[in-house]
């Protein structure tokens, strides 16, 4: 079973600084997903990394991809509060004729404080 | 939204009662998926769909059944509810040309009394 790591669980940082959250991953695999939730909500898609290398950002986030150190970084520059929320990342195997599984990290609540 | 809807949105049942939670798509997608959420687990995901009639388990199966008898709709009966099956239940799709995105419906918080 392929297990996925995220730290750290709870973080709290000032606004205007940067940070990062971490995704571990215990098998090889190149499809890499963050998802973000806010609370009472469903999960949005912020980015899907499916090479090694790949780095993708979009605003103040910034997502990349090791896969053979298996880690994923959500990087956080200068945050605002609109970035609180809980970042999940996932993992999926390869697709196939029988679908695929998608293995999700137990999350990261961030809270960005004024 | 991908066009996902889950029905219903909230419920409250007894233990031992029988519950079936609906997902439907418009988007005519192969791949549907049920996962729960649960504090401290992130989404663990349930069942999953590879076409009408084609079902496989996922990681905490246990206790739970899914029907797909038409492309649109994706079905989670809990036979015999149980208190540990309070969670948050959502549906989703996997889309691109290579299945590499889902896309969530917007979830069912299932209380079990």
């Known amino acids: 079973e392929l297990k996925v790591e995220q730290n750290p669980l709870f973080l709290s940082m000032q606004e205007g600084k940067n940070y990062t959250i971490y995704c571990n991953y215990s098998t090889t695999s190149d499809r890499l997903y963050w998802y973000r939730q806010d609370p009472g909500k469903s999960l949005e898609s912020l980015f899907v990394l499916l090479s090694n290398g790949a780095v993708k950002q979009e605003g103040r986030l910034m997502a990349s991809l090791d896969t053979k150190a298996r880690l994923s970084t959500l990087h956080i520059t200068a945050a605002v509060h609109d970035l609180s929320a809980t970042y999940f990342c996932?993992?999926?195997?390869?697709?196939?004729?029988?679908?695929?599984?998608?293995?999700f990290g137990t999350g990261t609540s961030l809270t960005v404080i004024p | 939204d991908a066009g996902i809807t889950q029905s219903p949105r909230h419920k409250v049942t007894e233990t031992g009662t029988p519950v079936t939670l609906r997902c439907h798509q418009t988007?005519?997608?192969?791949?549907m998926y049920w996962y729960r959420q649960d504090p401290g687990h992130g989404l663990r995901l349930i069942h999953y769909s590879y076409g009408v009639k084609d079902t496989d388990k996922g990681e905490v199966s246990d206790g739970y059944s899914v029907s797909r008898s038409k492309t649109e709709d994706f079905l989670l009966t809990l036979e015999s509810a149980t208190s540990s099956q309070t969670s948050v239940y959502f549906c989703?799709?996997?889309?691109?040309?290579?299945?590499?995105?889902?896309?969530f419906g917007p979830g069912t918080r299932l209380l079990v009394l």
């Open positions: 989703a799709i996997s889309a691109g040309l290579i299945q590499e995105t889902q896309y």
């Open positions: 996932a993992v999926g195997e390869p697709p196939s004729n029988t679908g695929n599984q998608f293995y």
């Open positions: 988007e005519n997608h192969r791949y």
